[in-house]
């Protein structure tokens, strides 16, 4: 297997940590993106130790803010001239509240959406250098409990629910990333391919941090024990990052234990699909057009217009 440049959002844990540790252990390079520093690089240092590759960096970013989004991916070429895999697994469900950002854009629907989306662009230049490219977009079953989808209400201000933000946002980036292999194709990328995971309940710590409600929170905590392992929820997005069964396999919902899934095309047209590309890309847009020079979450510094 040759060695791949491998970057993973929300690897500090979970999914994410198990997904990096197990291709670190294959010598790959692999990038992991954390929010925290001291806890991204206690990671980065513990994979190093356990798997004796030192081909393991980091990347600090909070998918919250989009500017950070432009940040990171802007660090990640200052270091590396290729990227063979992208693996967006970072996600979210919040409060019962609606939150906005300090952007002024809901929570789920930035760092669900938004946040893979605007990545994905800003490195497509990069994936676009490797000879074998792959996208790998971690949705959920709950693509299935977001309800239908309302276009003139993209931010959740009249119809909020913690579970219908994200079962709406992981709805979309499943539309999104159908798309994306169009845009790729009329860009001559053929060696691009994009695929799409649901890892099932797994035993971590997503949505126990978030108050989303009395008896949601009682549901999530009798759960997760019974739930998979880290490590079996991680084996289909190692499968689809590294895998030769997979080399021009595209478009494609995979569950767990690497097998075809189906998703809910309940609300899906071409049209709609189209809709909620080109919501994206207005409100991403501005970031694709600007060099971020310096983030600290609060202030940033750009060059460009905003």
Sequence with gaps: MKSK?????????GIGKETARALARQGHTVVIHGRNKVKTQQVCEEIKSETGNIKVDMLLADLLLLSDVKYMADEFKKKYDRL???????????????????????????????????LTELLLDVLAKSPSARIINVSSEMHKRGGKPDFKDFQLENSYSCARAYGLAKLYLIWISRHLITEIKEKGLGHV???????????????LDSDKGFLANLIFRVV???????????????????????????????????????????????????????????????????????????????????
């Design 193 to 207: 391919t994009v695929n799409f995971v649901h890892p099932a309940t797994t035993n971590t710590n997503f949505g």
């Design 224 to 306: 997760m024990p019974f739930s998979l392992t880290p490590e079996q929820g991680a084996e289909t997005s190692i499968y689809l990052a590294t895998s030769d069964e997979v080399e021009k396999v595209t478009g494609q919902y995979y569950g767990t234990k690497k097998k075809l899934a189906k998703v809910d095309d309940k609300y899906y047209s071409a049209e709609n699909e189209k809709i909620v590309w080109d919501y994206c890309k207005q409100i991403t847009g501005p970031y694709l057009d600007i060099k971020v020079l310096a983030t600290d979450g609060n202030l940033t510094i750009t060059e460009g217009i905003l």
């Design 84 to 118: 063979d895999v992208l693996i967006n697994n970072a996600g979210a469900m919040m409060n019962k509240n609606r939150e906005t950002t300090k952007e002024g854009l809901e929570k789920t629907i930035v760092v669900n959406l938004l946040a893979p989306f605007l």
């Design 5 to 13: 440049i491998i970057l993973i959002t929300g690897a500090t844990g």
